[in-house]
């Protein structure tokens, strides 16, 4: 571009008869016409570079795809802004501080998923390990919250160093892909319950400990709306029908009056409380280590099994049931947790709602950034964040949760070595309300199986030594 440019300013200089003064006020003229173009295709060659980056081409998708995927997967976890908070500051954490904490450790987390490990996974604040770290930590055994703090600092090193070693690669590697679809399964029958909860058609009850809500609310209604023109959409191929349903029932709800909306606190002058105010000497204590190991085991598996449900929906895991790029996004993860104890908000994870950016589409790490960017934004407009409604989340939930069962005929069920374990992942992930906790059961379950019938393989090793540190953590460590 620039040297044809520079051929045309010596033709003007040539039929100019060398004048000065016109030469520069032709090229000036050309410039000016000119520049639109160029800035044009200097943008273009950038977006295309980007795309060989993300590898548009190969996983079969788009800019306006990916942003669809981004926003959506936002929109179903955003819900994190108000909660996370809320459940920090009953440790005595300030609200204004740690909603700041939350937004910008899932804006960093995101972006940083996204632009290094190039994968459609969502990070925020785990929920499950934040109430961990208030009722168990901080108010039972009376830990401060900046020594918790400095717990949650010192597992995300564990991860770090376990990644850079190879460790958490292992066991990745060493756990039966079956397990693999049992846990996909699994993670869409928990995503779907907490959306019937959200939606008010699961509802708690003392004698049954789960039962049917009201379903004549007008909130419940809305959600069941919602579910069925977000499955006619889908059914349709229109793209981005999660989203459109989401915006569609959220409109519904503010018209008719159904949303009642607080304004939370936030902004980044109210980081200051929190950030860095962690206590890693306090956390070192002898007494405290059993934190440490909680926060780094929980963390562990419920990453794990979020990132095997994501790479399947998404259809990301190679044929040998290897995940490319595992290194980068274990890294991503574990630096995620360091940032959020920094900033001061309890274990960052992967999100099981990136499924449902999956869904809409999403296949490439521009999915996350967007995630990424409107959780950076979100600190700032920390206020609106609750203007979408949970029945307008719900459905999306629901719809994604039936979808991700497709997995489970990858299970042979006739065969008890492997259904047994893969039934029992599959159910206890969703009754126990933890990944985790049915990871472990599965895993144990095989083990025991295993040897118990001779299957016994010497390959196999580190299976077995996962089994014995789940069983160690059932019966030894209790999980709030």
């Given at each position: 571009?620039r040297?044809e440019?520079?051929?045309?300013?010596?033709?003007?200089?040539r039929?100019k008869?060398?004048?000065?003064l016109?030469?520069?006020l032709?090229?000036?003229?050309i410039?000016?016409r000119w520049?639109?173009?160029v800035?044009?295709y200097e943008y273009?060659a950038?977006?295309?570079?980007?795309?060989g980056?993300?590898e548009f081409?190969r996983l079969?998708?788009?800019w306006?795809?990916?942003?669809?995927?981004?926003?959506?997967?936002?929109?179903?976890m955003?819900?994190i802004v108000?909660?996370n908070?809320?459940?920090?500051a009953e440790?005595?954490?300030?609200?204004?501080a740690?909603?700041?904490?939350?937004?910008?450790s899932?804006?960093f987390?995101?972006?940083l998923?996204?632009?290094y490990?190039?994968?459609p996974?969502?990070?925020?604040?785990?929920?499950g390990?934040n109430?961990y770290f208030t009722?168990s930590v901080c108010?039972k055994?009376?830990v401060?919250w900046q020594?918790a703090l400095?717990a949650?600092f010192?597992?995300?090193?564990i991860?770090l160093?376990l990644?850079?070693?190879g460790i958490r690669?292992?066991?990745?590697?060493a756990?039966?892909?079956?397990?693999?679809?049992?846990?996909a399964g699994?993670i869409g029958?928990f995503?779907a319950f907490?959306?019937?909860?959200?939606?008010?058609l699961?509802?708690a009850?003392?004698a049954?400990?789960?039962?049917?809500?009201?379903?004549r609310?007008?909130a419940t209604?809305?959600?069941?709306?919602?579910?069925i023109?977000?499955v006619v959409?889908?059914?349709?191929?229109?793209?981005g029908s999660?989203?459109?349903?989401?915006?569609?029932?959220?409109a519904l709800a503010w018209?008719?009056?159904l949303v009642?909306?607080?304004?939370?606190a936030?902004?980044?002058?109210?980081l200051?409380?929190?950030?860095f105010?962690?206590d890693i000497?306090?956390a070192?204590n002898?007494s405290?280590?059993?934190i440490?190991?909680v926060?780094?085991?929980v963390?562990?598996f419920d990453?794990?099994?979020?990132l095997v449900a994501?790479?399947?929906?998404?259809g990301l895991i190679?044929?040998d049931?290897s995940?490319?790029?595992l290194?980068?996004?274990l890294?991503?993860d574990?630096?995620?947790?360091i940032?959020?104890?920094?900033?001061?908000?309890?274990?960052?994870?992967?999100?099981?709602?990136?499924t449902?950016?999956?869904a809409a589409g999403g296949?490439?790490?521009?999915?996350?950034i967007?995630?990424?960017l409107?959780?950076l934004?979100?600190?700032g407009a920390?206020?609106?964040?609750?203007?979408v409604?949970?029945?307008?989340?719900a459905p999306?939930?629901?719809?994604?949760?039936?979808?991700?069962?497709?997995t489970?005929?990858?299970?042979?069920?006739?065969?008890?070595?492997?259904?047994?374990p893969a039934?029992l992942?599959?159910v206890m992930i969703?009754?126990?309300y933890s990944i985790a906790?049915g990871l472990g059961?599965?895993i144990?379950?095989?083990a025991?199986?295993h040897l118990?019938?001779g299957?016994f393989?010497?390959?196999?090793?580190?299976?077995?030594?996962l089994a014995?540190?789940?069983?160690f953590?059932?019966?030894?460590?209790?999980?709030s």
């Amino acid at each position: 571009m620039r040297a044809e440019r520079v051929g045309r300013l010596e033709r003007i200089f040539r039929l100019k008869g060398g004048n000065r003064l016109s030469v520069i006020l032709s090229a000036t003229q050309i410039s000016l016409r000119w520049r639109p173009r160029v800035v044009f295709y200097e943008y273009a060659a950038m977006l295309k570079r980007l795309e060989g980056y993300f590898e548009f081409a190969r996983l079969g998708t788009n800019w306006r795809t990916e942003i669809l995927a981004g926003v959506t997967t936002f929109l179903t976890m955003a819900y994190i802004v108000l909660v996370n908070p809320a459940i920090l500051a009953e440790a005595g954490m300030p609200l204004a501080a740690v909603t700041a904490a939350t937004c910008l450790s899932a804006a960093f987390a995101s972006l940083l998923m996204g632009f290094y490990a190039r994968y459609p996974i969502a990070l925020a604040p785990g929920m499950g390990l934040n109430a961990y770290f208030t009722y168990s930590v901080c108010l039972k055994m009376h830990v401060p919250w900046q020594t918790a703090l400095g717990a949650v600092f010192l597992s995300g090193v564990i991860f770090l160093a376990l990644t850079a070693g190879g460790i958490r690669q292992m066991i990745l590697r060493a756990i039966p892909h079956e397990l693999y679809a049992a846990v996909a399964g699994g993670i869409g029958l928990f995503i779907a319950f907490i959306g019937f909860q959200h939606a008010g058609l699961v509802i708690a009850d003392k004698a049954t400990i789960v039962g049917l809500g009201n379903v004549r609310s007008p909130a419940t209604a809305l959600a069941v709306f919602g579910l069925i023109l977000m499955v006619v959409l889908e059914a349709r191929k229109v793209r981005g029908s999660i989203l459109i349903g989401v915006l569609a029932t959220t409109a519904l709800a503010w018209a008719f009056g159904l949303v009642h909306w607080t304004p939370a606190a936030g902004g980044f002058s109210s980081l200051g409380a929190t950030a860095f105010k962690l206590d890693i000497r306090g956390a070192l204590n002898k007494s405290l280590l059993e934190i440490v190991f909680v926060f780094f085991f929980v963390e562990l598996f419920d990453n794990l099994g979020t990132l095997v449900a994501v790479t399947k929906r998404a259809g990301l895991i190679e044929a040998d049931h290897s995940i490319p790029r595992l290194s980068r996004i274990l890294f991503a993860d574990a630096t995620a947790t360091i940032f959020g104890s920094l900033t001061g908000t309890s274990t960052v994870t992967s999100y099981v709602e990136s499924t449902a950016g999956v869904a809409a589409g999403g296949r490439s790490g521009v999915t996350a950034i967007v995630t990424g960017l409107l959780f950076l934004g979100a600190i700032g407009a920390a206020p609106f964040v609750g203007i979408v409604p949970q029945a307008a989340t719900a459905p999306a939930l629901i719809l994604v949760g039936s979808m991700m069962l497709a997995t489970v005929t990858e299970i042979d069920w006739k065969d008890p070595l492997v259904s047994v374990p893969a039934f029992l992942t599959l159910v206890m992930i969703p009754f126990t309300y933890s990944i985790a906790n049915g990871l472990g059961f599965g895993i144990i379950a095989w083990a025991a199986i295993h040897l118990a019938t001779g299957k016994f393989r010497r390959q196999d090793w580190l299976l077995y030594v996962l089994a014995a540190l789940f069983l160690f953590r059932f019966v030894y460590l209790t999980v709030s």
